[in-house]
Nanobody
Framework: QVQLVESGGGLVQAGRSLRLSCAASGRTFRSYGMGWFRQAPGKERECVVTISLSGGSIYYADSVKGRFTISRDNAKNTVYLQMTSLKPEDTAVYYC?????????????????WGQGTQVTVSS
């Protein structure tokens, strides 16, 4: 069992940065691929960025490529999402997810555990 707790969301102006954190419980964090998803009002939840359990493989959605950076610290059981050059269209609830599979996990069905979400609002 893994529990995920996101933090770092908030209200920022367009062009600014935020860093989200996702702290995981348990001693098997390094066994999980991790991902960040987001869901804007009236839209489906979408995959933003994922990182393999080793950290060696990373996937970025085209909409965030070059602006967002994911990293993981297995010693701290934490995954981070550094978001720069934020745009109003990045406004959403951001969810952290953990999946017990090897490789890049892009779909919601591949993740067993989810955090409660953290709101990111970008004003124009």
């Amino acid at each position: 069992q893994v529990q995920l707790v996101e933090s770092g969301g908030g209200l920022v102006q367009a062009g600014r940065s935020l860093r989200l954190s996702c702290a995981a419980s348990g001693r098997t964090f390094r066994s999980y691929g991790m991902g960040w998803f987001r869901q804007a009002p009236g839209k489906e939840r979408e995959c933003v960025v994922t990182i393999s359990l080793s950290g060696g493989s990373i996937y970025y959605a085209d909409s965030v490529k070059g602006r967002f950076t994911i990293s993981r610290d297995n010693a701290k059981n934490t995954v981070y999402l550094q978001m720069t050059s934020l745009k109003p269209e990045d406004t959403a609830v951001y969810y952290c997810a953990a999946g017990l599979r090897v490789g890049i996990l892009r779909t919601q069905a591949e993740y067993e555990y989810w955090g409660q979400g953290t709101q990111v609002t970008v004003s124009s």
